[in-house]
């Protein structure tokens, strides 16, 4: 027998009700126990985006999601080739300027946060 452990197999349940989400914006956010993941959509010339779907993770899970993400985009890039940078990069977190608007986050028309 041999010492080291075999992999643990896990069975994904993917619900055939569950709808897809299209975002094509992310605002990430932390505290020492968690990070935030708030996916979003932005519509052309409009400067506000709605939020679609919110993701916690704990640290840990969320390194994990970052390699795995890297591992991914870097096999992408190999089968079909550099992804193009438009956009990428000019976010400024001092001013929250990006694409060349200023971008806030806030609650309904109505002003009040949830």
Same mark, same amino acid.
Do not use: C
């Given at each position: 027998?041999?010492?080291?452990?075999?992999?643990? @197999? $896990?069975? $994904?349940?993917?619900? %055939?009700?569950?709808?897809?989400?299209?975002?094509?914006? #992310?605002?990430?956010? &932390?505290?020492?126990?968690?990070?935030?993941?708030?996916?979003? @959509?932005?519509?052309?010339?409009?400067? %506000?985006?709605?939020?679609? #779907?919110?993701?916690?993770?704990?640290?840990?899970?969320? %390194?994990?999601?970052? @390699? #795995? !993400?890297?591992?991914?985009?870097? %096999?992408?890039?190999?089968?079909?080739? #550099?992804?193009?940078? &438009?956009?990428?990069?000019?976010?400024?977190?001092?001013?929250?300027?990006?694409?060349? !608007?200023?971008?806030?986050?806030?609650?309904?028309?109505?002003?009040?946060?949830?």
């Amino acid at each position: 027998m041999s010492d080291q452990q075999q992999p643990k @197999q $896990i069975n $994904i349940e993917l619900p %055939k009700e569950l709808n897809a989400t299209y975002a094509n914006f #992310a605002i990430i956010s &932390h505290s020492p126990y968690e990070l935030i993941i708030d996916f979003a @959509q932005i519509l052309p010339a409009m400067p %506000k985006a709605r939020v679609q #779907a919110r993701v916690l993770l704990t640290p840990v899970n969320a %390194k994990m999601l970052y @390699q #795995a !993400l890297g591992d991914n985009l870097a %096999k992408y890039e190999r089968r079909f080739g #550099a992804i193009a940078g &438009h956009g990428v990069g000019n976010f400024d977190p001092r001013t929250g300027t990006l694409g060349g !608007l200023q971008w806030t986050v806030g609650g309904d028309e109505g002003g009040e946060n949830e």
